[in-house]
């Protein structure tokens, strides 16, 4: 602008006539207001194109925030989604841990039964002995103290 107004200034100054100098000085006053509306002009576009990028920025950052919030809402529901398989993966294992567990202690318990089975069938029989032979042991008592009262019981046999 300063540089339109020193060319003008200069123009002005070679014009020898009164009416170029008057045409030269009502250009100078309509270009000066066409400056001024330019310059009007130029300052309001500036001042709409920062709001415009203000609200753009605005826009862009309230988009920003709301991905984030999108990201991380599904992040939670993976992370929750994993937290149940896992737990899933873990009651599954309990579960077949109870069940391995349980079997083997039924086959144990069958195991113990079975040979507390034989151990008892072993100690009646034990028994049956052992009652046939105090019967014996009785009976040879018996035998004995017969021959120990009658003697002539012993010469016979």
């Known amino acids: 602008m300063e540089h339109l107004r020193s060319a003008y200034r200069r123009i002005l100054d070679e014009c ?5 100098q008057a ?7 309509l270009c000066e207001q066409v400056l001024v509306a ?3 002009w130029h300052r309001k576009t500036l001042h709409e194109l920062r709001e415009q990028h203000t609200r753009e920025l605005q826009a862009l950052q ?3 925030e709301q991905a984030l919030a999108e990201e991380t809402q599904a992040t939670l529901a993976a992370l929750d989604a ?3 398989a896992h737990e899933a993966e873990v009651q599954r294992e309990v579960a077949r841990f109870k069940q391995d567990f349980a079997r083997q202690q039924q ?14 069938l072993e100690a009646a029989a034990l028994e049956e002995q052992l009652g046939s032979a105090t ?3 009785a009976h040879a008592q018996q035998h004995i103290l017969q021959l120990e009262k009658n003697p002539q019981l012993s010469l016979q046999n």
Do not use: G
Request: hydrophobic content about 30%; charged content about 45%; some cysteine.
């Open 23 to 29: 045409n030269l000085e009502r250009l100078q006053v």
């Open 135 to 137: 019967r014996q042991l």
């Open 82 to 84: 994993m937290r149940k």
């Open 62 to 64: 309230n988009d920003k």
């Open 107 to 120: 086959d144990e318990l069958l195991d113990l039964t079975e040979r507390l089975s034989v151990k008892c």
């Open 16 to 20: 020898d006539s009164r009416k170029q």
């Open 38 to 40: 330019m310059e009007h």
